[in-house]
């Protein structure tokens, strides 16, 4: 099994997915996003689609490098209002 560059796929490596974020649902104690992906499944026209809690996710800049996300997770990431 391999990712979209081809590299080898292991149970227990950290995986980025790029998506688009599609719509957005604030509720009093958290908040949900729909997400598109970006790329679209081989041998298919049509990307996948999920509901994400947005603590889950960092919004991403162009020209960020969120190379941090694989070496740390999410665990150290601060209170964002």
Known sequence: MHDG???????GDRVMIPCIVRGVQAMPLYCNA??????????SNGTSTWAVNTRQMLRALDGDDLSFVIKEGLQGQKDIE
């Not at 560059?5 to 149970?11: F, M, N, S």
């Not at 729909?34 to 041998?43: F, I, K, L, R, Y």
């Open 34 to 43: 729909t997400v598109e992906t970006e790329a679209t499944m081989p041998g």
């Open 5 to 11: 560059k081809g590299r080898e796929l292991k149970v």
